[in-house]
């Protein structure tokens, strides 16, 4: 705990309104001029089940849940309850109980508001000898009683973020505000109405604790943005008008939030049958002029393997989300890791090509979702934009300006009908689609209903024009063309103002810190501390996995001693990545793997770094796992 | 319209077309077998365009794999010969992108009724503006030989040496019970009749599916496909009303055992003239433009929205 930042955690029932309470807390915070940052955590079913959401609230830039937390609202889990006979154990028997279960993390001096209506402290272990040796600051409140009092029982959430406020120095007006934002009527004016008493009864406390809320200011407008919604807007604005899907969880959000936006800009959602139809309908739309993605999370990417060669094979532009979860097979839903990497890299069969991208932030996730559909309508290539559970669900406020771009509804390498006319022809007549020559593989394509500009796309190996071909010298040709894009869309990456890789830290380190995707953040901050407790270290966090980066990564490597690689998974599928790539650095490079269903803390990155520093294998914590260098 | 789809419309008023347009300048060598049944189906295709005033460049045809999926290429139009049975997710698409677009779909019995069977009932189900044909002739053909849906009880394959134990399924009934608002069997044996079938099912605004039998000599001799058949239509022993959901379900139901007894039904099954398109539907629920949407794309005067307007709700 300091001055300049606050974790809070919500914790109850799934059910008990945590997502949406936490998600106006973290607005309220961000309004108020910080910075913030959550991590959520819930389990794989609907109703009852231990869940939390973590706001962290700083004055600077914030970058990962951080470790541990100072403030725990400790709701019930009312809908785990019978509301009827009120007490009855109603959906199972929850032996999880928001204050035993939350306690383990809460920094010292920290503070505990619990509902008592609803929670008792007889239910822990050493309840007060662990407040004592820790210095936590205990409320028992009667949340519960007091919403009943002067709203609804299901208002003591409101109840729950009054007395929050009250303790941490916050006005209420900031939450009137928001809430008239959401509702109106009766419904606004008992909320507001609960939570000015919360907020009068607990400020007339006495307090013990010396937490507050930090200040802070912008410099700029903020939102508030979670992975999946920086993914859906980046493709809203490089104008993808078609989204086919299939509900899975975490791949489900960018679906929602595409489908809630495309019928007001006049494109279209499908709900499909299954993966398959899903990848297949938007290669279908593609096809014909719009562009389009889909996506899905690990078992229903499997399903869209042979689409994806088909897209490939038929070079038609398609764009996937592939948002990952822990596996194999249905695996933890409702939990990250990065353990689909390989999967997404070489599913379908055959010599196939597909581009892949990482991003690391909400940030980058809007940067890279845009470049995902120009590259893909540039090259007719498929892309994959691989984000996991973490990054789909943290919210992060992020400059509202970041946003604020052209549009680009750019078909990409399509010909207009008056170049059609002078395009390659065959003394048939018949358009050329798959010519053989074009420098970056690129053949131009034509769209359904443009006149004189029929090809048939097949997923037989085929000739330019498009009929199926196994003559050896078409085939070769084909391959070579197909395989060129993929060095051409390397050079384009590269050509860019921007670079998808992120360095951080003394460029002169002596050690490194490799990472992808969400768990950047952590390994950012975790840099941070090291240096400051004297060590010498800098990371790359790579964000274009195919094409391989590989000249950045190169250098980094060979600025270097050694490089620990950090990742969500067991098998250290990045790391392998980089030496197939590299074809060296196997002697340099060791892992910290961590494949709980839990990300990174930056401690623990902190810890399994001296352990590689000092040439120990042991793992730093029970959690994560040190991987040797292959020379080791 | 846009320039860029001057094809679509334009030709139909203006100019004759005819069969030969659709017919490849180069055309590839045929794999098909002498005898296939597939010529059949592709000749009534050719004849059946003309009578529905579409042109190649206006008409797109997605096809499956297996050897009736070689159908694209020796059709000339927009064509997209896609993977074993997803043939219907990729057309149902386009047809959503562009509604403009003449959009068929075909495929085996193997490819609609086997591996895509889930693609059909709710491609049918959604009742999207398209005709999908299937190439009925019970067999895998392309794969040589194997038991397919559509094989009869007790068919000897490879596959299943000890006779098939399986009842073969019943694609009319489940076309019907699954949505589709025009459903007819016809048969290459018979082009005349096909190329009819086609043209109304071209016509028809919404499913129509076609059950095409199809005759496979090279594994396939036993089938029923090469005998005479009756048309339902044509026949007074046959008397019911194709647009009476029971009584075509009754017909069909006969039909589909019949067709194992040696006694092969063709016609018009069912049609139904009210059931809206999935289009319609769409449109009128607000959830596609009425536009079509791929036109958008080569617009320059649209003003294409940002999600920088939608910012409001996360500030
Ligand atoms: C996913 C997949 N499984 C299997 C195959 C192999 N395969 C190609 S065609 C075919 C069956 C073809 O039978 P049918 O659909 O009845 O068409 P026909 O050849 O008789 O016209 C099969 C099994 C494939 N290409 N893809
Ligand atoms: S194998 Fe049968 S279906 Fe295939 S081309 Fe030959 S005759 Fe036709």
């Known amino acids: 705990m300091t001055e300049h930042e606050l974790i809070w955690r919500i914790a109850g029932g799934s059910g008990d309104g945590i997502d949406s309470t936490s998600q106006n807390f973290t607005k309220a915070l961000m309004r108020t001029g910080l910075d913030v940052f959550t991590h959520r955590h819930y389990p794989s079913r609907i109703r009852g089940g231990h869940t939390y959401v973590e706001v962290r609230a700083a004055d600077h830039a914030v970058k990962s849940r951080g470790d541990g937390y100072d403030f725990l609202l400790a709701l019930g889990d009312s809908f785990a309850r019978n509301p009827q006979a009120s007490g009855e154990a109603y959906y199972g028997n929850e032996e999880v109980k928001p204050l035993s279960e939350n306690l383990d993390e809460l920094r010292e001096g920290g503070v505990i508001v619990y509902d008592e209506g609803l929670l008792d402290t007889d239910e822990v272990e050493n309840f007060d000898e662990r407040v004592e040796e820790n210095d936590w600051h205990v409320y028992p409140l009667d ?18 973020v009054a007395a929050t406020a009250a303790l941490i120095g916050m006005s209420t007006e900031i939450f009137e505000e928001l809430m008239s934002d959401s509702m109106s009527g009766e419904m606004l004016d008992t909320n507001v109405e609960v939570l000015e008493e919360a907020y009068r009864e607990v400020s007339e406390m006495d307090f013990s604790h010396d937490l507050e809320v930090p200040t802070g200011s912008h410099d700029e407008e903020q939102v508030l943005l979670n992975g999946s919604h920086a993914v859906a807007y980046g493709a809203l604005d490089e104008g993808c008008r078609f989204i086919s899907g299939y509900p899975m969880t975490p791949w489900t959000d960018v679906f929602t939030i595409m489908t809630q936006h495309l019928p007001a800009v006049g494109g279209i959602s499908e709900q499909v049958e299954d993966e398959i139809a899903a990848a297949s309908l938007a290669i279908g739309a593609s096809h014909a002029g719009v562009k389009a993605m889909s996506g899905s999370s690990g078992g229903g990417f499997a399903l869209m393997s042979e689409p994806l060669g088909l897209a490939e094979m038929t070079e038609t532009p398609l764009v996937l989300v592939e948002a990952m979860r822990a596996g194999p097979s249905t695996g933890m839903p409702t939990k990250p890791e990065q353990a689909d990497l390989e999967h997404i890299l070489y ?31 540039d090259y007719q290539i498929p892309t994959v934009i691989v984000i996991d559970q973490k990054l789909s669900g943290e919210l992060a406020s992020v400059p509202a300006s970041h946003f604020d771009r052209e549009p ?11 170049e059609i006319q002078e395009a390659a022809h065959h003394a048939s007549g018949t358009f050329n689609r798959f010519q053989h020559d074009p420098e970056n593989g690129v053949s131009p394509r034509t769209i359904p209903g443009q006149k004189d500009g029929r090809f048939l796309a097949s997923g037989n190996e085929h000739t330019p024009q498009g009929h199926i071909e196994e003559d050896p010298d078409n085939r070769v040709a084909q391959v070579d063309r197909r395989s060129r894009k993929l060095e051409a869309i390397r050079d384009d990456l590269d050509g860019q103002d921007h ?14 810190i490799m990472v992808w995707g969400s768990q950047q953040g952590s390994v950012e901050e975790a840099v941070d501390r090291l240096n400051d407790q004297g060590h010498s270290v800098k990371a790359l966090g790579v964000s274009d996995l195919m094409p391989y980066p590989k000249k950045e990564v190169t250098e980094f490597l060979e600025s270097v001693d050694e490089c620990l690689v950090v990742e969500m998974n067991v098998t250290a599928q990045f790391r392998g990545l980089t030496q197939k790539e590299l074809g060296r650095f196997g002697e340099t490079m060791s892992s910290l793997l961590k494949y709980n269903g839990n990300p990174f803390e930056p401690a623990e990155i902190v810890e399994g770094f001296e352990i590689q520093v000092n040439g120990g294998d042991e793992p730093p914590t029970a959690q994560t796992r040190i991987e040797p260098a292959a020379g080791d | 319209m846009s320039k860029s789809f001057s094809a679509i419309g334009a030709a139909a008023q203006d100019d004759e077309i005819d069969r030969e347009a659709f017919t490849p300048g180069i055309e590839p060598q045929a794999t098909w077998c002498p005898g296939c049944g597939d010529f059949g189906v592709l000749k009534a295709l050719k004849g059946a365009m003309p009578e529905v005033g579409r042109t190649p460049d206006e008409t797109l045809l997605v096809t499956g794999i297996g050897c009736s999926g070689k159908l694209s290429s020796y059709f000339e139009s927009y064509g997209f010969h896609s993977i074993h049975g997803r043939s219907l997710p990729v057309a149902r698409a386009a047809k959503l992108a562009n509604p403009g677009l003449e959009v068929i779909a075909a495929g085996g019995d193997g490819d609609g009724y086997g591996i895509g069977g889930n693609h059909f009932m709710h491609t049918a189900r959604e009742n999207h503006d398209m005709t999908y044909i299937v190439f009925n002739n019970e067999i895998f053909g392309l794969t040589k030989g194997q038991t397919s849906p559509t094989s009869p009880k007790g068919h000897e394959s490879k596959t299943q040496p000890h006779g098939s134990a399986k009842d073969p399924i019943r694609p009319l009934s489940m076309a019907l019970s699954s949505g589709a608002s025009y459903i007819a069997r016809t048969a290459a044996v018979n082009p005349r009749q096909a190329t009819e079938i086609l043209t109304e099912a071209m016509e028809h605004d919404g499913f129509a599916h076609i059950d095409f039998l199809t005759q496979c000599p090279t594994w396939n001799k036993d089938a029923k496909q090469y005998v005479p058949y009756t048309d ?48 319609e539907e769409k449109r009128s629920t607000g959830e596609m433009p009425e536009q079509p949407l791929a036109e958008r794309y080569f617009d320059d005067d649209y003003d294409w929205e940002r999600s920088y307007d939608l910012l409001d709700a996360h500030k």
């Open chain 1, 143 to 160: 949340l519960r009683g007091l919403a009943r009092e002067h709203g609804r029982e299901i208002m003591r959430n409101t109840a729950g």
């Open chain 1, 347 to 377: 599913t379908s069969q055959g010599d196939s090509n597909r581009v892949v991208f990482a991003p690391s932030t909400v940030r980058e996730a809007y940067e890279q979702s845009r470049e995902a559909f120009r590259v893909a309508y």
């Open chain 1, 408 to 418: 680009n509804a750019d078909l990409g390498s399509v010909l207009t009908e008056d």
């Open chain 1, 499 to 512: 670079s998808n890789q992120t360095y951080y830290g003394p460029e002169d380190a002596e050690h490194g």
């Open chain 2, 232 to 279: 339902v239509q044509q026949s007074d022993d046959y008397d019911f009303d194709v647009h009476d959901r029971r009584e075509a379900a009754e017909m069909m139901h006969e039909t589909e055992d019949k067709l194992y007894e040696g006694e092969v039904l063709t016609g018009r099954f069912y049609v139904d003239e009210d059931r809206h398109s999935y289009g």
